[in-house]
């Protein structure tokens, strides 16, 4: 079973609708990762004061119910919120309310505990929906009534269902750990690596609440608090106290964009949601004049070897222009992330040297799937695997939709285009190719095993004549006696099985294990958004390689790179 994942966003985290991707990102982390997450959210900042206040003045203090309901509409607005935003980007979300998980609570209606929830709920939901949100600070009294848990409520919500279904909790907070000091106002304050309960009862308030502290360890609940997306926390609950190697010097990664295009724009609306992180050095297109806005725009491709980039992302449509740019960022000892599985497969024998071992600096897990992490997932497994088959296109499911219900060629083609979900040439998704593309990477991923895309027998939906039946087209490879048989063709698949329930642009994958067991993952394999996650996690995971060490200068990481 999947490592439950619970995580916290306090409103230092989310203070407003516009720091909902820092929480995508960090719950996309933790899903790649192949955990099942918890997401418990806090309401906007100063929206509980805000509740609280308003509620005094029509209610008094005559009507804790009434008060309890209320101010319990801003954590219910912060979950409603982010799990559209995860939709948004792909990710299978599911808003939960605490009335359908049981999520039982006693005491007064504004200071209560929580004492009980409905495991099995949860995992009937997970079942289909590897990522839950749950909005934090209330649960419910046994006459159904809505009842808070006080100050530091969200924080006990997430412990307490940490503790109840065995697994991990993270408090994400605006800092990267506890400090023996505001690290705001001092620039000598200190960050725990561990902290034992007794030292954190002292010291961790009031970045944590005592009420939710003291839960902990009376539950000896051990947690994690840092900030979203960084590598470094505080252990709290540890045996003995530590302190935190100091930090290094850190500077924003420089990056250089290819392309901005569907997919090249949403990263670079991504990227520059992390100014302290990330920045954007240079941005190449074709005809500068066509993105106004960009900043950084150049027509030059040089930009790729300057000497001050750290990150090459590459989002150019086709391979022409693609592979010359990567092979050289990367013989030059830059990172590169690409969403760009034609030019990927086409030399991926020149290419993995890159994509493996403890210096991995080639990224590609956009490059299959969309925001589906299916490179991920095989990456965890410990059975063999035997066969996968899925869906592996999102523009070919758009058409087909569109085509099912009697659209013309070109109507559906333009509703793709229009959505997002297709570039200008969609040959190479209605030919199979973009597909037949994935399912090299994925046969290298699951089997160990390459093979070239024209070994692959590949039929795409540009030859079907009738689109009633409610086709789909499935990648498939199996490992058998004679070695690996692959394929790519439109198959009806049966509407109450998995791949069958497939709509729109929306990505399935099934893998079968020697074990007997078959994983499957569903999310959104194109689009602007869910592609552009997909590179966010990659950037995420190279800023933490990073910042897990002293970066060298780039020359001298050029110099060793050559070595």
Not at 165 to 191: E, I, N
Not at 193 to 222: D, M, T
Not at 512 to 517: H, M, P, S, V, W
């Amino acid at each position: 079973m999947s490592i439950v994942e619970v995580l916290k966003f306090g409103s230092s985290v989310l203070r407003s609708p516009d720091d909902l991707p820092i929480a995508v990102d960090e719950i996309y982390r933790r899903w790649r990762a192949g955990r099942r997450v918890l997401a418990v959210v806090s309401a906007f900042e100063g929206v509980t004061d805000r509740l609280l206040e308003e509620s005094s003045q029509v209610f008094g203090a005559d009507c804790p119910e009434a008060t309890a309901a209320y101010v319990a509409t801003g954590e219910q607005r912060t979950a409603a919120l982010l799990s559209g935003a995860l939709l948004r980007f792909g990710i299978p979300a599911r808003l939960v309310c605490p009335r359908e998980i049981s999520l039982l609570a006693c005491g007064s209606s504004l200071e209560s505990t929580p004492t009980q929830v409905d495991r099995c709920a949860l995992e009937r939901l997970w079942d289909s929906h590897p990522v839950l949100v749950l909005p934090g600070f209330y649960g419910v009294d046994a006459a159904g009534r809505l009842a808070l848990f006080g100050r530091g409520g969200s924080d006990i919500s997430a412990l307490f269902l940490a503790a109840q279904l065995r697994g991990h909790c993270r408090l994400l907070k605006d800092v990267r750990g506890v400090f023996d000091a505001d690290p705001a106002q001092s620039t000598r304050a200190r960050r725990f690596a561990a902290l034992s309960w007794e030292r954190a009862i002292e010291v961790a308030g009031p970045l944590i609440q005592a009420k939710a502290l003291q839960y902990a360890r009376r539950h000896s609940l051990p947690f994690e608090v840092g900030r979203p997306n960084e590598a470094a926390c505080t252990q709290v609950g540890e045996p003995a106290d530590e302190w935190a190697a100091p930090a290094p010097d850190w500077r924003p990664l420089r990056i250089v964009l290819l392309g901005c295009g569907v997919v090249g724009r949403g990263v670079y609306e991504a990227v520059r949601r992390h100014p302290s992180r990330y920045q954007i050095a240079h941005v190449v297109v074709r005809d500068v004049a066509r993105h106004p806005g960009v900043a950084g725009l150049t027509a030059d491709l040089n930009v790729v070897l300057d000497d001050s980039i750290d990150v090459v992302i590459e989002c150019f449509d086709g391979s022409g222009l693609a592979y010359p740019l990567v092979s050289a960022a990367l013989f030059d000892g830059k990172f590169v992330i690409t969403a760009n599985k034609a030019a990927t497969t086409e030399r991926w024998q020149a290419l993995s040297t890159y994509a493996r071992g403890p210096d991995r600096r080639l990224w590609y897990s956009a490059a299959v799937g969309g925001a589906l992490p299916v490179i991920e997932t095989i990456a965890t497994l410990s059975a063999e695997v035997l066969e996968i088959r899925g869906i592996v296109n999102g523009t070919c499911g758009v058409v087909l939709a569109a085509l099912a219900q009697g659209s013309t060629h070109e109507e559906a083609i333009a509703l793709a285009r229009a959505g997002g979900f297709a570039e200008t040439d969609v040959s190479r998704d209605l030919s199979g190719r973009d597909s037949a593309d994935k399912l090299c990477l994925l046969i290298d991923a699951a089997f160990g095993a390459w093979m070239p895309p024209d070994d692959i027998a590949t039929r795409g939906i540009d030859s079907l004549t009738d689109f009633a039946g409610g086709y789909q087209l499935i990648a498939r490879a199996r490992r058998g006696p004679l070695g690996i048989t692959a394929s790519v063709q439109p198959e009806i698949a049966p509407p109450e099985s998995f791949l069958g329930q497939a709509s729109g642009a929306e990505n399935r994958i099934e893998i079968d294990l020697a074990n007997g067991e078959t994983i499957r993952l569903r999310g959104q394999g194109a689009g602007r958004w869910p592609t552009a996650v997909s590179v966010m996690g990659d950037l995420h995971e190279v800023a933490r390689l990073a910042e897990g060490t002293r970066r060298a200068p780039a020359a001298a990481r050029r110099v060793a790179a050559r070595c």
